[in-house]
């Protein structure tokens, strides 16, 4: 195989376990795997990446990226590139794939996908993207936007989007409302299940992900809310959070 991956890391011990490393290197050494790679969104991303890129022995690096995405990202692969030579994967480029449900949207509905990945491959540290066929048309859709130029008819239809999605978009490695969380719940974990659930079509993939969090959001509900205007995209937590327990929960 070309690529071990350590998918969704977000713990220094994962990241660095002997026994991974180990089992890797034997991997590599008998010819069976050629490069290690991890991948994070999470809150603890800049530890996780920075620990990465110190470390030395890894060869990718997995980082949601697209327009407006968290201000360190870009410094971070640039990091990556320049000190370590590594591959740098951009996932999460469509933003949520709200567009998919946005009836008065449809105007862009195919020129965002293809907007959204011109923007990400310009940036010329990244090394490709990683994205989600729904549908069959979307291999041409998506190839078309391979090796050309972002436009300003693209950066229109990026802002259409941002426009459309305020206050409901979650972005990833941010965490500034968990600390206003009395419950300590992962809300940023809650909310991207939402997103599955919701926007990607993934149902089944929601419902798993959220039966298995040592808290979920049933406590939303009755709670004060002391996390609302803690979210800087604008997001109304507790809203979302109640509407998320009651897709993800069954019975």
């Given at each position: 195989m070309d690529l071990v991956h350590i998918h969704?890391?977000?713990?220094?011990d994962r990241l660095l376990d002997p026994n991974v490393h180990a089992a890797f290197a034997q991997l590599k050494q008998e010819g069976k795997a050629r490069f290690l790679g991890f991948s994070t969104h999470t809150p603890n991303l800049i530890n996780v990446a920075n620990a990465a890129v110190a470390d030395g022995r890894f060869d990718v690096m997995m980082l949601a990226y697209h327009p407006g995405i968290w201000a360190p990202i870009d410094d971070i692969i640039r990091r990556a590139r320049a000190e370590q030579d590594m591959g740098v994967v951009a996932m999460k480029t469509l933003k949520g794939a709200k567009h998919r449900g946005l009836?008065?949207?449809?105007?862009?509905a195919d020129s965002y996908a293809q907007a959204a990945l011109k923007w990400a491959l310009s940036n010329p540290d990244i090394s490709c993207a990683v994205i989600s066929f729904f549908e069959d048309q979307h291999v041409?859709?998506?190839?078309?936007a391979s090796g050309l130029p972002f436009t300003p008819k693209d950066r229109a239809a990026l802002d259409a989007y941002d426009a459309r999605i305020a206050g409901s978009y979650c972005g990833p490695h941010c965490g500034q409302c968990l600390g206003a969380c009395p419950e300590g719940l992962p809300i940023h974990d809650v909310l991207r299940q939402r997103m599955y659930f919701e926007d990607y079509g993934w149902e089944k993939e929601g419902l798993s992900q959220y039966s298995k969090l040592p808290r979920n959001a049933a406590a939303c509900a009755t709670c004060s809310a002391p996390c609302t205007g803690s979210c800087p995209y604008g997001i109304p937590i507790q809203e979302r959070m109640v509407r998320a327990h009651d897709l993800l929960t069954i019975g």
């Amino acid at each position: 195989m070309d690529l071990v991956h350590i998918h969704s890391c977000d713990e220094l011990d994962r990241l660095l376990d002997p026994n991974v490393h180990a089992a890797f290197a034997q991997l590599k050494q008998e010819g069976k795997a050629r490069f290690l790679g991890f991948s994070t969104h999470t809150p603890n991303l800049i530890n996780v990446a920075n620990a990465a890129v110190a470390d030395g022995r890894f060869d990718v690096m997995m980082l949601a990226y697209h327009p407006g995405i968290w201000a360190p990202i870009d410094d971070i692969i640039r990091r990556a590139r320049a000190e370590q030579d590594m591959g740098v994967v951009a996932m999460k480029t469509l933003k949520g794939a709200k567009h998919r449900g946005l009836t008065d949207f449809e105007p862009y509905a195919d020129s965002y996908a293809q907007a959204a990945l011109k923007w990400a491959l310009s940036n010329p540290d990244i090394s490709c993207a990683v994205i989600s066929f729904f549908e069959d048309q979307h291999v041409d859709e998506y190839i078309a936007a391979s090796g050309l130029p972002f436009t300003p008819k693209d950066r229109a239809a990026l802002d259409a989007y941002d426009a459309r999605i305020a206050g409901s978009y979650c972005g990833p490695h941010c965490g500034q409302c968990l600390g206003a969380c009395p419950e300590g719940l992962p809300i940023h974990d809650v909310l991207r299940q939402r997103m599955y659930f919701e926007d990607y079509g993934w149902e089944k993939e929601g419902l798993s992900q959220y039966s298995k969090l040592p808290r979920n959001a049933a406590a939303c509900a009755t709670c004060s809310a002391p996390c609302t205007g803690s979210c800087p995209y604008g997001i109304p937590i507790q809203e979302r959070m109640v509407r998320a327990h009651d897709l993800l929960t069954i019975g």
